[in-house]
């Protein structure tokens, strides 16, 4: 039987449970830029939740939505059913999306979903298109994409990998960390788009026509907060154009 106050029962992700249960940091409640412990005491929340609470804690304008929404009808099934609001917001991201290239949007509920699925997307908009041989997913090291079997495939986290077989088709180009050459840097650093090209050396050992996609961090996180070098995610862009090779972002 579970202890009622015990913190033993829920295993913490990406945590070292025994230290943190030894000495638990609680989050109570939260407004604006502060989280408010236990005790009272005030946080500053400098990573914004997970960067997944950037307009403040409890908005209020959000607050109330979901209380006006959760009040009306708290789901709908997606599947062979739906809401009027997720077209809406789908027509309404569309809108605010940066070319009219954008068309169409799928839904998820985190990161590690909407990466496994958007590479999912990826293999099967090639083999709709009949290029079959198109099977390979390309990432980059030190990328973080998520704990999925997808994601941590393309990430280049080692640690991460140690306990899984992962997905087989699947290759890595360098990362842009560089403490030689971008140490102090401000803003994006001025050297280091010629690091893109290494998905050239990727493209050369198994030919364009194995790869299906690319994923990369625009800003990667979760390894560190990597900056792309100026010219670095154009570059990229220029080569999977060039290539017939989907980029994800
Ligand atoms: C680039 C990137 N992809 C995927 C994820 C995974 O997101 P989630 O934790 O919502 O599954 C993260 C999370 O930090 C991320 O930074």
Redesign the pocket.
Known sequence: MANQNSLEHLWMPFSANRDFKSSPRLMNEGEGMYYKKQDGTPVLDGTAG??CCNAGHANKKIVNAIREQASKLDFAPSFQMGHPLGFEAAQKLLQIAPSNDFQYVFFTN??????DTALKIALGYQQHLGNSDKTILVGRNRA????GFG?ISVGGLAYNKIHFSLLNNVDHICDTHSLEKNAFSKGQPDWGKELADDLLRVIEKHGADQIAAFIT?PVA??TGVLVPPKGYLERIREICTEHNILLIF
């Open positions: 997970l960067w985190s990161g590690s979903e909407s990466v973080y994409h998520g704990v994601g961090e996180g979760s």
